[in-house]
C-alpha cells in the first residue's frame, strides 16, 4: 500500500494539484493500492469514496496516525514539504513546493521571515525521515541544495499538472477583450500585489486605464482598501475575490505575473495554453516553465507599467511557450 499524506493542503495552488494528482491516481489501474491522508477543509474529488481518512491537521495526530500504521505502507508521499514525524522503512518522498522555506535561513535576521525560518526548522528536524523530496522545477533542486537537506541525488525534478483543462476553449488573440489584463492570486507577500497596484497608480497618472482583473479575498485588508483608492481615483480593477479562471483566461489577452517568488507557477502554464499572452517577472521561476512574452523588473512599479503599455500599444509581442511537460505518469508509477 502507498500512502499520499497530505494532511497540510487545502487551498491554493497545492489543492489544485493535489486534485489533480488524486483524479490521476484513481485512473490508473493500480487505484486500490493507495491511501490518502487528507487535510478536513481539503475538497476532495466527489469519486474519492474509500481508501482515505481526514484528521485534524495537527503535528500530534500526524504523528499518531504514523506510529499507528508504522508497518502498513511501502511507498509514502508526503504532499506538503514536510517529511514524516517518525521513521519509517517504507521509500519516503516529500514533494517540496514552498519557495520561501528554502529562503528563510538566508534571511533569519528580517522579522517578515522569522515565521518561515521556524517552518524550515521543523522542516530540518524530520529532514532525515525522507529519502528523497519531489520538486517541479530545477530552481527548486538548487535551493534545496543550496540549504543542504539533500544532495543533487536525491532530489528528483517530476513536474505535473493538468495538461487538458486549458487547452482548448479560448477566443482567438485578435477577438479577445482589448486591453484587459488577468493576475490570479491569493494576496499573500510574494504575489507583490502592492508594486503591481504601484504601477496601474503609475498608468493612471499617465493617461492609460487598462482593466486589470484580480482575486484578493478579506485576509488582505489594505490591498482591498487601496484597490477602492484606486477605482475611486478612476482606474479600472475588477476584483473577483474567487473565480474559476478559465473564463479570464479564455477572453482576456494578457496575463500579468509580478510574482517575486514561486515554487513552480501554475499559472504562467495555465494562461500559456490558453491563448494569453504573458508578462512576467524576470526572475528565474519564470523561464523554469515558460518563455514569457515580455519581462519586467518586478521590484519597480514603473516597469511593471512600461510593460503594459508595451502590450497596449504594440499588438506584435511573440506567444510564450511552455517549456516543461507534465510528467504525472512518472509520478505515479514510481509511486506505484
Given at each position: 500500500?502507498?500512502?499520499?499524506?497530505?494532511?497540510?493542503?487545502?487551498?491554493?495552488?497545492g489543492?489544485?494539484?493535489?486534485?489533480?494528482?488524486?483524479?490521476?491516481?484513481?485512473?490508473?489501474?493500480?487505484?486500490?493500492?493507495?491511501?490518502?491522508?487528507?487535510?478536513?477543509?481539503?475538497?476532495?474529488?466527489?469519486?474519492?469514496?474509500t481508501?482515505?481518512?481526514?484528521?485534524?491537521?495537527?503535528?500530534s495526530?500526524?504523528?499518531?496516525?504514523?506510529?499507528?500504521?508504522?508497518?502498513?505502507?511501502?511507498?509514502?508521499?508526503?504532499?506538503?514539504?514536510?517529511?514524516?514525524?517518525?521513521?519509517?522503512?517504507?521509500?519516503?518522498?516529500?514533494?517540496?513546493?514552498?519557495?520561501?522555506?528554502?529562503?528563510?535561513?538566508?534571511?533569519?535576521?528580517?522579522?517578515?521571515?522569522?515565521?518561515?525560518?521556524?517552518?524550515?526548522?521543523?522542516v530540518?528536524?524530520?529532514?532525515?525521515?525522507?529519502?528523497?523530496?519531489?520538486?517541479?522545477?530545477p530552481?527548486?533542486?538548487?535551493?534545496?541544495?543550496?540549504?543542504?537537506?539533500?544532495?543533487?541525488?536525491?532530489?528528483?525534478?517530476?513536474?505535473?499538472?493538468?495538461?487538458?483543462?486549458?487547452?482548448?476553449?479560448?477566443?482567438?488573440?485578435?477577438?479577445?477583450?482589448?486591453?484587459?489584463?488577468?493576475?490570479?492570486?491569493?494576496?499573500?507577500?510574494?504575489?507583490?500585489?502592492?508594486?503591481?497596484?504601484?504601477a496601474?497608480?503609475?498608468?493612471?497618472?499617465?493617461?492609460?486605464?487598462?482593466?486589470?482583473?484580480?482575486?484578493?479575498?478579506?485576509?488582505?485588508?489594505?490591498?482591498?482598501?487601496?484597490?477602492?483608492?484606486?477605482?475611486?481615483?478612476?482606474?479600472?480593477?475588477?476584483?473577483?475575490?474567487?473565480?474559476?479562471?478559465?473564463?479570464?483566461?479564455?477572453?482576456?489577452?494578457?496575463?500579468?505575473?509580478?510574482s517575486?517568488?514561486?515554487?513552480?507557477?501554475?499559472?504562467?502554464?495555465?494562461?500559456?495554453?490558453s491563448?494569453?499572452?504573458?508578462?512576467?517577472?524576470?526572475?528565474?521561476?519564470?523561464?523554469?516553465?515558460?518563455?514569457?512574452?515580455?519581462?519586467?523588473?518586478?521590484r519597480?512599479?514603473?516597469?511593471?507599467?512600461?510593460?503594459?503599455?508595451?502590450?497596449?500599444?504594440?499588438?506584435?509581442?511573440?506567444?510564450?511557450?511552455?517549456?516543461?511537460s507534465?510528467?504525472?505518469?512518472?509520478?505515479?508509477?514510481?509511486?506505484?
Open positions: 500500500m502507498v500512502l499520499i499524506d497530505a494532511l497540510y493542503i487545502n487551498k491554493g495552488g489543492a489544485v494539484l493535489l486534485q489533480y494528482l488524486i483524479e490521476q491516481i484513481l485512473a490508473s489501474d493500480n487505484s486500490s493500492n493507495f491511501f490518502f491522508l487528507l487535510d478536513p477543509r481539503f475538497d476532495k474529488p466527489k469519486n474519492l469514496t481508501n482515505y481518512t481526514v484528521i485534524p491537521n495537527k503535528q495526530e500526524r504523528k499518531k496516525f504514523y506510529k499507528l500504521n508504522t508497518h502498513s505502507y511501502s511507498k509514502v508521499l508526503c504532499f506538503a514539504n514536510t517529511p514524516p514525524p517518525v521513521r519509517l522503512k517504507a521509500k519516503i518522498y516529500t514533494y517540496f513546493h514552498n519557495q520561501k522555506l528554502l529562503e528563510a535561513p538566508g534571511k533569519k535576521h528580517k522579522r517578515m521571515f522569522w515565521s518561515q525560518y521556524i517552518k524550515y526548522l521543523f530540518k528536524r524530520f529532514n532525515k525521515n525522507t529519502d528523497y523530496y519531489i520538486v517541479q522545477t530552481h527548486m533542486v538548487q535551493m534545496l541544495v543550496g540549504v543542504g537537506l539533500k544532495d543533487i541525488a536525491h532530489c528528483l525534478t517530476i513536474p505535473f499538472y493538468d495538461t487538458d483543462k486549458y487547452l482548448s476553449g479560448g477566443l482567438p488573440f485578435e477577438e479577445r477583450r482589448k486591453n484587459e489584463f488577468v493576475f490570479i492570486s491569493n494576496p499573500s507577500p510574494q504575489k507583490n500585489y502592492p508594486a503591481l497596484l504601484d496601474w497608480e503609475h498608468l493612471l497618472s499617465k493617461g492609460h486605464k487598462p482593466r486589470l482583473h484580480v482575486t484578493i479575498d478579506n485576509t488582505a485588508p489594505g490591498i482591498l482598501d487601496r484597490v477602492d483608492m484606486l477605482n475611486k481615483m478612476g482606474a479600472d480593477i475588477v476584483n473577483h475575490v474567487y473565480t474559476d479562471p478559465r473564463e479570464l483566461y479564455f477572453n482576456c489577452p494578457y496575463l500579468i505575473f509580478p517575486i517568488m514561486e515554487s513552480f507557477g501554475l499559472p504562467l502554464i495555465e494562461a500559456a495554453e491563448g494569453m499572452k504573458i508578462l512576467a517577472s524576470d526572475l528565474p521561476f519564470v523561464y523554469d516553465v515558460v518563455t514569457p512574452s515580455l519581462t519586467f523588473d518586478q519597480k512599479p514603473a516597469a511593471i507599467a512600461a510593460a503594459v503599455i508595451r502590450a497596449m500599444d504594440k499588438n506584435d509581442l511573440p506567444f510564450p511557450k511552455v517549456v516543461i507534465n510528467r504525472i505518469r512518472e509520478l505515479i508509477d514510481l509511486l506505484g
